[in-house]
């Protein structure tokens, strides 16, 4: 898949935000007659407890999927959700390892600039049932690979953003 660039990212993070937005005000519709209809188009159940979410889906985190095009598909997600990163650790096998680092702005996410990255999840840590990272902060969630020195996150398009969501609780 092609690189994306500037540019483009910000218009998926605006329509994917605007997106989000109007998954919202469906959910908080005015018209509380019908809220099975409602809720249908959203893939996960925003009434039932968190949810366990494997990033890449069954290609899990590797390097050519677009994370920021993954994010936008199955979101939103919500306050408590869990991410779930799965990568093989570096062997002989594999000598280009993942990893995952938050990002501290939207300009470092866009420049995939990892000189202030937090990293959370270090090369080997995907192994097996994968890195759990639970979304229990109200802030945006930029999330980078760190392969490659900003390889991954800028050629590999190993990056998405994710802003967590309320649960609305009956
Ligand atoms: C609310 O949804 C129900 C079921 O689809 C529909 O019959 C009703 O007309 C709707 N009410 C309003 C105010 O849109
Ligand atoms: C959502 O989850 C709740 C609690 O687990 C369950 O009772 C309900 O049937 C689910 N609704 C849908 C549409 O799956
Ligand atoms: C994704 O990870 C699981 C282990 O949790 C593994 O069984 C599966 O083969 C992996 N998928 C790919 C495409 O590597
Ligand atoms: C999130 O999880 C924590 C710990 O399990 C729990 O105490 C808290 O009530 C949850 N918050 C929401 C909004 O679900
Ligand atoms: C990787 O991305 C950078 C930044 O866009 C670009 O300058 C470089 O040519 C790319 N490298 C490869 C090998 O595609
Ligand atoms: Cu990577």
Redesign the pocket.
Known sequence: MARLTHAQVLILLLSASMWAISMASRQYGFNNTDW?YK??PCRQ?????PNKIVVGGSQNWTFGINYADWALKNGPFYFNDTLVFKYDPPSDTNTHPHSVYLLPNLWSFLKCDLSRAKLVASETQGGGDGFEFVLKSWQPHYFACGGGAGFHCNNGTMKFFVMPMFRRRY
């Open positions: 099975s809720r249908r159940n925003s009434t039932a407890a």
